[in-house]
């Protein structure tokens, strides 16, 4: 029986046992993961996951059910169980959930891919990693230890909605990164680098694919030499990196609905009001080609789309998923993702992005007399109800009239969402991508950060000296 | 939904009959029920049933591994085929490898299956969710509660062809509650998570008071200058400090050089008033089961004593390597998850009660302090350095724990945490799998955002 078919018939079954609405998902992912270290192969692991799962909606609450045990007895079975869920809430939900009405669409896509991931023998990924990780060991006496790891999935997708909905998405996925150690005099520092996107196995073909093990491997060398950072406000120039998970933790998280229905986001009530600067637009989109958080469509069926959400400093959208937009009078911005076949969709980021201002990279830094040029991320996090947020960056430069001097290491920059993007003074004209992923309640989802340099002011920066 | 015990010793056997060396199957199967709510009003009930099979066989020290989460005879065999060929590909041996572990008996470790929760329903968590959300009502100005609740129960089998072959039941109960509280144009939030082998140990309403009254103790916060002070470390952010210390000592990264405790084992490295013991044998413990994730079985491991680090977490690949005993820490992504790498992960972590008392007995010895209770951050475990934000922290003024801090982050290097201990506590504080008084240090970079 075709997936189409199958799902049909689930939702079929949950209308009859009396949802409201109701969509049913199957997922199916084929991956491989490569691991070299310290130039001999540590693993080779290939794997399959399969499942589907039912969410229905049965007098104004949710049931969910899910399983990795594909056959026609057991979706029934699932049925049920998703029934019964729900049903598990009557008398004990005071807002009753409502989905937003969709128009009927049926609809199959396909990643555009050169090389497509199953074409390339397994030997050939493998020789990729040990090359990168002799890259890494190769360019200095003092770089001793090295990870090299490539992975890919292909991955299929479908969703069947009671809206007359069906969508069925192929997408594959590639992931390379490198992780280098160097010690000099009883100093150890480690370098870090990805690279990765949507399609196929051209993507290890790009310059930054091929330089990832000696990049890695140099920035562990040059943070050897590098003193913590001083503590306390600083104004910092960001890299496209940095700057990308900065919007991303700084200020997306809090615009996913969501959050914003459970009271959980700083920026409730702030629609329509400024909270930045006139320089500063956000945008999400799925819709960007290529990139890590690509898709056409959402796990809910809905068409992924361009949302701008902070255009020169107002707040004009929030993220939605078909939930959060009719209990937010707003239009669904396809949204919704699940990690996987036994997850619910939530309302998740995409390719989220500062556009590109006017200014020059070079004016930005040169017009900085004092301050810190931080490169590369880490990691981030925030804590969208304090709208507190911090992330970690690679390296970091004093500038000293408008040049960078000294070079920190494990420079951590904090701050609030509230404020921060009120303080970009200054954002540059080369966007750039780094792929990423994403983890909010126990799901990850590939995503991807951009910006341009920015530069912001009041930065609250962590460090020991 | 039943796991088969017979597929991996059936996975062990299809691959040995292709040629390969060893091989070692692992499968589990496990049933969730979660419920979650929001802004006081619960939003969701699921259930979900999950499985799948993984294997690995090694043929002249090259490792092939895959895994499926279709749990059937046929898909049994292609994940094996595929693990065979992987390990036939003609590359560079592992020079670590040694092989897999041989046969040993399980420890038996109790108190860690709730026959209650394999049969619970989703209107059961429906209930306890409910009552935790009203128990949570304690003061007008609690603008939302959320509460996150699971519980799952699992079976997880393992066989390997030097004869490892093993099964538990496991099962627990989570429940994450986030509150926030609202006075004006002022907002705080507090979170605070739980977790129990049995659902009747978990006190959801506990928890949820506990988040709230972190929320409402965070109102009125003040920022702080930047400064260099004594910290008082408890709840989450002892828990980041402590897990990391266990982390730093997985034994892949110490032998790699890539830790910053990589030259210190058996050299007195910390204050004598640390020992660190991590114990997967633990009754009831949320990270204890009668072996690890490749079969060997658990142990209790000093990890630091008074001051002295003492052992390395080791799975069998960096025991093997380095002539020792594996200590039973395989974990596959952390715990048993099918699809994940086997590497090294800490289980149940006991920090040894010293003094007296709790974080207020710290404060009163400190005088003036920071009191940091929440932080997401980790440390940087190749250099030690840790900066933290700190999400919930106090001051504390002339012994006595004052008002709430805001945006102030805390640097220290961990190194100079464990020398520079000057006091820990005698309540033990559970914070999920850590048990641990708080500790005071006598010196932390404080970057504050007061002029």
Redesign the interface.
Known sequence: MILEEVLSKLIDHALKAGASYADARARRVEGT?V?V???????????????F?VRVLVEG??????????SPEESLRLVK??I???K??AG????R?EVYPQSTLRSKARVKVKVPLNSVD??EK??LA?KLNKESLSLDEKV??ATTVYSDAVETRAVYTSHGRYVEVETSYLYLSSLA?A?EAGL???GFKVHGGVGGFELTRSTEALELGVEAASMALRLLKAP?PP???FTCVLDPEIAGTFIHEAFGHACEA?LV????S?LEGKLGTRVGSEEVTVVDDPMLEGLYGWYPFDDEASEGRRTVIVEEGILKSFLHSLETAISLEAKPTGNARAQGY?S?PIVRMTNTFIAPGTWKPEELLGETKTGLYVKGS??G?V?T????F?F?CKEAYLLENGEPSKLL????L???TLEVLINVDGVANDLKFNPGICGK?GQYVPVTDGSPHIRVKGV?????S | MELNAELPRLAVEQALKMGVEQAEAFATVARRVSVNAEKWDIKQATVSFTGGLAVRVIKQRRLGASYTSKLTPQSTYEAVKKAVKQASISFLEDVRLQGLPGPSKPTEVEGIWDPGLADLEPEDAVRFVSESLEASRIDPRLSSINISFSSVSRTVAIANSLGVEGEFKDSWARIDVEAVAKDGVEQASGYCPGWRRRLKELKGWMIAQEAAREALMGLGARKVKTQDLPVILSGLALHATISSISYALDAELVQRGRSFISNLLGVKAASPLLTIIDDATTPGGVRSRPFDAEGSPSKKVVLVESGVIKSCLHNYYTASYEGVESTGHAARNGGFSYNGRVGVAPTNLFVKPSGKGGAEDLASEAGRALLMKTTFDKPNLATGDFSAVVVSGFMVEEGSVTYPVKQAVVHFNLSDFMRNIDAVGGSLEEILDLQSPPILVSRARIAGSAI
């Open positions: 993961r691991e270290v310290d130039g001999g192969l540590r693993e080779v692991r290939c794997g399959l996951e399969e499942g799962n609450t949710w049931g969910f059910a899910s399983s990795s045990f594909v169980k998703a019964s869920a729900a598990a809430l004990r939900v005071k807002q959930a397994l030997e493998v020789e040990f001793k230890s150690y010690f150890r520092q480690r913590p503590s306390g406000r969501d229905l459970s009271n959980s700083i036994s619910r880490n990691y996090y804590d109800a304090k709208g507190l911090s970690k290491r494990d420079v951590a904090s701050g609030l309640e609250l920066v962590g460090g020991g």
